[in-house]
């Protein structure tokens, strides 16, 4: 009973470091990919000012994780619009934002790639 225990206790240890290595490596690839993708021109992850203390232009991706939390169709309905871009007539964030409108980004990214990020940003929600 003795030796079960430290290999118990090492093994659960072990696992919440996994994941964080795991989350470390995927918000790695992902911040690269959004970065070769032109995303970080005006979406931050946390929250926090735009130019010249305006309004940042578009919204950060903690914020746009809790707006969705909990939605089923949420990421389906965020890659579509990353790739097709949105309505400066109807945008999800009037008056938080000072970007009218995201333009459409089947030309800077790839669908399966904006799939991927949206879900990590999907995650991102704490």
Do not use: F
Request: glycine share 8%; aromatic share 4%; hydrophobic share 40%.
């Amino acid at each position: 009973m003795s030796l079960i225990r430290p290999i118990v206790i090492a093994s659960a240890l072990s696992i919440p470091a996994t994941a964080a290595v795991a989350d470390a490596k995927l918000d790695e690839e992902m911040g690269k990919l959004a970065a070769k993708s032109g995303c970080i021109t005006c979406h931050s992850i946390s929250p926090k000012p735009g130019p010249d203390g305006l309004k940042p232009i578009g919204p950060a991706w903690e914020d746009v994780a809790r707006k969705y939390r909990g939605q089923p169709k949420a990421a389906g309905m965020l890659t579509h619009l990353v790739m097709e871009g949105t309505s400066p007539y109807n945008s999800h964030w009037k008056d938080k934002v000072s970007g009218l409108a995201m333009p459409p980004n089947a030309v800077a990214i790839k669908e399966p790639d904006a799939r991927k990020l949206v879900k990590w940003i999907l995650s991102l929600a704490k």
